[in-house]
């Protein structure tokens, strides 16, 4: 079975810091990572995946994330944020075949 | 369209009747997705299609739900005898075939269900 934990449902940071959105994960052979982002009234949107390779994966909007087979983590990081980062954010893994498993979200927050 | 489309937006609808969703996924799109997110949730897989079959259907909560791709491009999922309980938005996505488990979903804005 696998599954997916977001252990903070809210981040605050301020804009300019680096930010990190912690996901750790559980699943039966190579893991599929995914993180998506929501906006407010918007549809989730990919931000980026692991599948294999580099463990240092880049996505949109100059997020990247890093894949830890040891710790089982795949948290989302950004070196400087934007207060038009503050949304939703999903960690997922892929599921079987056929689907994503999706963590609880994490809402960040940039504060000016 | 450029992107997955769904309808209705928002649905308000008493306890006890039916309901439709609609999802038109985005061009050449083979695979289609049906998702449930409740409030301070994640979205919850509910039922894949790959062309016109359903693949995987094995979290539809039960028998009042079903969802249909009889061309093997928009879908639509039906709830009879809605309840409470199934008030949620209801997210549709679309993927390319063939990227199994790497697949990048692409989803729709969603379609809010209150049932009353």
């Given at each position: 079975?696998?599954?997916?934990?977001?252990?903070?449902?809210?981040?605050?940071?301020?804009?300019?810091?680096?930010?990190?959105?912690?996901?750790?994960?559980?699943?039966?052979?190579?893991?599929?990572?995914?993180?998506?982002?929501?906006?407010?009234?918007?549809?989730?949107?990919?931000?980026?995946?692991?599948?294999?390779?580099?463990?240092?994966?880049?996505?949109?909007?100059?997020?990247?994330?890093?894949?830890?087979?040891?710790?089982?983590?795949?948290?989302?990081?950004?070196?400087?944020?934007?207060?038009?980062?503050?949304?939703?954010?999903?960690?997922?893994?892929?599921?079987?075949?056929?689907?994503?498993?999706?963590?609880?979200?994490?809402?960040?927050?940039?504060?000016? | 369209?450029?992107?997955?489309?769904?309808?209705?937006?928002?649905k308000v609808t008493e306890k006890g009747k039916y309901v439709?969703?609609?999802?038109?996924?985005?061009?050449?799109?083979?695979?289609?997705?049906?998702?449930?997110?409740?409030?301070?949730?994640?979205?919850?897989?509910?039922?894949?299609?790959?062309?016109?079959?359903?693949?995987?259907?094995?979290?539809?909560?039960n028998?009042r739900f079903?969802?249909?791709?009889?061309?093997?491009?928009?879908?639509?999922?039906k709830i009879q005898r809605t309840e409470r309980g199934d008030s949620?938005?209801?997210?549709?996505?679309?993927?390319?075939?063939?990227?199994?488990?790497?697949?990048?979903?692409?989803?729709?804005?969603?379609?809010?269900l209150t049932v009353l």
């Amino acid at each position: 079975a696998q599954s997916v934990a977001q252990p903070e449902d809210q981040v605050n940071v301020a804009e300019g810091n680096p930010l990190t959105v912690k996901c750790t994960y559980s699943v039966s052979g190579n893991p599929y990572l995914f993180w998506y982002v929501q906006y407010p009234n918007r549809g989730l949107q990919f931000l980026l995946k692991y599948i294999t390779g580099d463990n240092l994966v880049k996505g949109s909007y100059g997020f990247e994330a890093e894949f830890n087979k040891s710790q089982t983590s795949f948290h989302l990081k950004k070196p400087s944020a934007l207060v038009s980062d503050s949304a939703l954010y999903f960690c997922a893994v892929g599921a079987g075949a056929n689907n994503l498993f999706f963590g609880t979200g994490t809402r960040l927050t940039v504060i000016p | 369209g450029a992107g997955v489309s769904q309808t209705p937006s928002n649905k308000v609808t008493e306890k006890g009747k039916y309901v439709e969703l609609r999802c038109d996924p985005i061009s050449g799109h083979t695979a289609l997705y049906w998702y449930r997110q409740s409030l301070g949730q994640g979205p919850e897989f509910l039922i894949y299609f790959q062309g016109t079959g359903a693949a995987d259907d094995s979290g539809l909560p039960n028998d009042r739900f079903f969802a249909v791709r009889p061309e093997g491009s928009v879908s639509t999922l039906k709830i009879q005898r809605t309840e409470r309980g199934d008030s949620a938005v209801y997210l549709c996505a679309s993927s390319l075939m063939g990227q199994g488990r790497s697949r990048e979903l692409f989803f729709g804005e969603g379609s809010r269900l209150t049932v009353l």
